[in-house]
């Protein structure tokens, strides 16, 4: 297969975000489980699904889809549209014939941080997160 975009890259992660947190609300009734934890009406790890589970860690989410483990912080009012430069890699290293070029870090890091010099990402402006988001 070719190699993609890292458009297509950051486009297919935040889809399999969405479908993880998709499942979560379907499961708990909010995308964003974190609070659940820390008042210790979920455990840290647990099943959403018979073939989907998910791992709290800090201010994120691990979810293994059956595809693929997703790993997302969750951003500022709590989004999850965020993304950046670690969970990107960690992803292409799921789907690794599908973004052959950017198993390689340093061809991935390279072309992040020119996506970022054409401002196609940002971060929130006086935010503590270190998540970029999508320019519209």
Known sequence: MKNKTLESLIHEYLAQVKE???LLESSFGTKNILG???????PQRGSVTDNVTYELHGIGCRVYLPEACIDFDY????RVDGFDLWRLYMYVCEVPHKYQKYTKESALKQDFNEYLKLEKAKKIPNSMSNLYFLQP
């Open 36 to 42: 659940l934890w820390r008042s210790k009406r979920i």
């Open 75 to 78: 951003g500022p009012d709590d």
């Open 20 to 22: 993880a947190t998709d």
